[in-house]
């Protein structure tokens, strides 16, 4: 449904050229790279014979809002389970707005609360399906990731068609399906160029544990793959901030009208700014993922959407 998001030149930055994949502009939802993987989820129930929906995440998800959208334009039932309480941000006034069966529960609970979901769409005669597998968020793990295979076949067409290789490719890590994702499709086709992930919610030993195990599943067996994620750039754990970011991120809207978001694109942007300053990277083509969030740039800028 969705593909071939633009890809635009910035700017020089040290010498490099910057490049950027925006999948911010994916024409559905506020865009994103959520958009591509609630696609993949919805056509894997279908194919599972499912017609409900459970999808779970905080109250910031962008995921859980394209879902709860995704659901709503095809009229299939949806519950969205949110590991917080209180507190209202952008993505979940729109989830809220379309009707959606809303649980919320400490992440303790999370697998109980699913199982409740379940329990409930049953009882009501649906048979759904838990976007993440089983209660314990196994079995769906190459749902998303085969999603972007098919994006580093975008990023290969543009270079071939502009007659240009990007060196090296940054991008938000957080589950790590995207990255997965774009690796998975690198190796089958034996491209050795740097993917590079900011971490934004784990520590870089757990981010690499998890693509390594998707790359496995992907392949169906041991794969050896150069995985390259940095957790420098935290500033102390999911959604945490520093004055610096922000003030990259109210630089890079203002300068060249791009929405950058404190939790992922941010924390990615300003860390690949700073990991091509400190590793004196110069004269390559890098290219910049941008994977959405447009509702978590307004929430920053106190904008109701």
Do not use: W
Not at 33 to 56: P, S
Not at 129 to 153: F, Q, R, W
């Amino acid at each position: 449904m969705f593909s071939d998001s633009p890809l635009e030149f910035i700017d020089n930055l040290y010498q490099n050229n910057i490049y950027i994949k925006r999948e911010d502009k994916l024409p559905y939802s506020f865009g994103g790279n959520k958009v591509r993987f609630a696609e993949a989820f919805l056509e894997d129930m279908k194919a599972k014979g499912k017609n409900a929906i459970i999808a779970y995440g905080s109250k910031s998800s962008n995921l859980c809002r394209v879902m709860s959208q995704l659901c709503f334009d095809n009229h299939i039932p949806c519950a969205v389970i949110f590991s917080e309480t209180s507190g209202d941000t952008n993505n979940s006034k729109i989830i809220s707005a379309l009707g959606v069966r809303e649980y919320a529960c400490e992440k303790a609970r999370v697998a109980e609360t699913v199982n409740r979901a379940i329990e409930d769409f049953k009882e009501e005669g649906f048979d759904p399906y838990y976007i993440y597998g089983n209660t314990k968020g196994e079995g769906n793990e190459l749902v998303p990731v085969s999603s972007y295979t098919m994006v580093y076949d975008e990023i290969t067409a543009f270079e071939k068609e502009n007659n240009i290789n990007f060196d090296y490719i940054f991008l938000a890590t957080g589950t790590a399906a995207t990255y997965s994702g774009l690796l998975s499709r690198a190796c089958q086709v034996s491209d050795t160029r740097k993917i590079i992930g900011i971490s934004v919610a784990r520590d870089s030993k757990r981010c690499k544990s998890i693509i390594q195990n998707n790359l496995n599943l992907y392949f169906n067996k041991e794969v050896t793959a150069d995985i390259t994620v940095t957790d420098e750039y935290l500033f102390g754990g999911y959604s945490k901030t520093i004055k610096d970011e922000l003030a990259e991120i109210d630089y890079i809207f203002k300068e060249y009208d791009i929405p950058l978001d404190p939790t992922y694109t941010g924390k990615a942007f300003f860390g690949m700014k700073n990991h091509l300053y400190k590793n004196n990277i110069k004269n390559k083509n890098i290219l910049f993922i941008h994977t959405g969030g447009y509702p978590l740039f307004c929430d920053y800028k106190g904008i109701k959407l």
